[in-house]
């Protein structure tokens, strides 16, 4: 039988301490310094300060740092947790069903949230990575893309180039086909091309493209010369771009083009009022005979003095086909004052070149912000009437046209009165049936034209009448 030592207490000689032994276990009072400290399999305290539960643990406070797992940290009240936490990783945070409350009210996350699914506001409102999608009352936001909600956002007219009043194809050039759409050669020597409404070949969404096709080429590229397809917008339709001053806005051009020649084009955007100012914005076709959506950006330009509020020229958008030399030099990525160096800089093919050299162009939209949004698409009435602003075609069946009317004994009138007001007074190009006295234009406005003839008797026989009449007002 093994010796026993039987006792109820054990006192320190200092009286530091006392172990007390009794039936329901042990009681030490004073300090206690063991390796190790195990009770039971729930509890072990370690000599480097170390306590690890694996049941519950119950306690009235927490002082001092402190980390861990929190793992099994369940059934915490929410008016226990107090003051503030450091940042929490959420890489494992899981398990949590659909209606469990994170924290009821505001979830504020600085920086940006990701979420791998879609979330639901309320009943009315879903946001996934496809759009928002709003079943009640709507959704109501200050504006879209910088620009406002509604209304007419592309400041290009004819865009899409659905209209041409003066034919679908023409070889004289410099000259508009496509309305609003001139298309420019400056002191080229060789090249002809034919400029057409092509109904042949367009990106979807669309159904005619202004197509450039060299017919003959220019033998040599002079430093002076060059080809470009250009559209001037009126000054008074951009004095909301704030143009010239600190709040001016920011453009985002879009456009789709087509060309046998991939490589480095160029578009300039010029403003003549005030300060005469250019940037150059290059872009590149990537594959030969593909149609590709280019779109730029054009940061706002402060300085410059700004746009007239008139009729004049405000912008002035240049596609660049082809550029000499003198064109080339002066870096105007950037807003700078108009030099003539930089006015294509950027432009590296030459469309001119060769006979095999196309170039296509449509869907084109300039709008505020710095997004491009889908083309806006109008009504055919709708863009023709903006295009007569500029240029009015009397549409003459079978070569008879408005009668010039008797108001005098001796003297005859007509009038064409516009279907749009005009930009300007435009210039006219009237033609009447044969008569010994050709009618002449006694006023031309805005709003119509006024033709008379002074040498008409009246008699039930003679019929003098339009047979064409066209009236430009482009910019």
């Not at 083009?257 to 003549?272: F, L």
Request: overall charge negative; charged content about 15%; aromatic content about 8%.
């Amino acid at each position: 039988m093994a010796s026993e030592i039987r006792v109820n207490k054990i006192n320190s000689s200092t009286g530091v301490g006392t172990i007390t032994l009794s039936p329901t276990g042990v009681d030490i009072s004073g300090i206690t310094t063991v390796s190790t400290l195990k009770v039971g399999t729930g509890l072990t305290a370690s000599e480097d300060g170390d306590v690890f539960f694996t049941g519950v643990c119950t306690a009235t406070t927490f002082s001092g740092a402190h980390s861990g797992s929190g793992a099994n940290l369940t059934a915490l009240p929410a008016a226990q947790l107090t003051g503030s936490l450091p940042a929490i990783s959420g890489a494992n945070l899981t398990g949590i069903a659909a209606t469990d409350n994170v924290r009821t009210g505001i979830l504020d996350v600085a920086g940006i949230a990701t979420f791998r699914n879609d979330v639901n506001i309320g009943a009315a409102v879903t946001i996934s990575e496809s759009g928002i999608d709003a079943s009640g009352i709507g959704i109501t936001v200050a504006n879209i893309n910088g620009n406002q909600i509604g209304g007419r956002r592309n400041l290009i007219i004819n865009g899409a180039m659905q209209i041409a009043q003066r034919g679908t194809s023409t070889t004289t050039v410099p000259g508009y086909l496509c309305d609003r759409w001139r298309v420019k050669t400056t002191n080229t020597d060789n090249v002809a091309m034919t400029v057409s409404q092509d109904a042949t070949s367009y990106p979807t969404d669309f159904g005619q493209c202004l197509k450039i096709d060299i017919t003959t080429a220019e033998t040599s590229l002079d430093s002076d010369e060059y080809l470009q397809v250009q559209q001037r917008i009126e000054a008074q339709n951009l004095q909301h771009i704030n143009n010239g001053t600190s709040s001016a806005k920011s453009l985002v051009l879009s456009f789709y083009v087509k060309a046998y020649q991939a490589g480095n084009y160029v578009v300039s955007i010029y403003k003549d009022d005030n300060t005469q100012r250019l940037i150059t914005l290059p872009y590149t076709i990537n594959a030969s005979a593909t149609w590709e959506r280019k779109v730029l950006v054009i940061p706002g330009d402060t300085s410059g003095g700004g746009i007239a509020n008139d009729t004049g020229n405000g912008f002035q958008l240049d596609w660049f086909l082809a550029a000499g030399s003198g064109y080339t030099s002066t870096d105007s990525t950037s807003w700078i004052n108009f030099a003539t160096t930089g006015y294509a800089y950027g432009q590296a093919v030459n469309t001119m070149s060769s006979t095999d050299n196309y170039w296509q162009i449509t869907g084109v939209q300039l709008e505020i912000g710095s997004e491009a949004t889908p083309f806006e698409h109008h009504s055919i009435g709708e863009e023709l009437a903006l295009c007569q602003r500029y240029y009015y075609k009397h549409s003459i069946v079978d070569g008879i046209g408005p009668y010039l009317l008797q108001y005098h004994p001796t003297h005859r009138f007509v009038h064409d009165f516009f279907p749009v007001m005009m930009r300007d007074v435009p210039t006219s190009t009237v033609t009447f049936s044969s008569h010994s006295d050709t009618p002449t234009a006694y006023k031309v406005t805005t709003t119509h034209y006024k033709a008379y003839a002074g040498s008409l008797n009246y008699d039930t026989t003679t019929t003098v009448y339009m047979t064409a009449a066209q009236y430009s007002a482009e910019i």
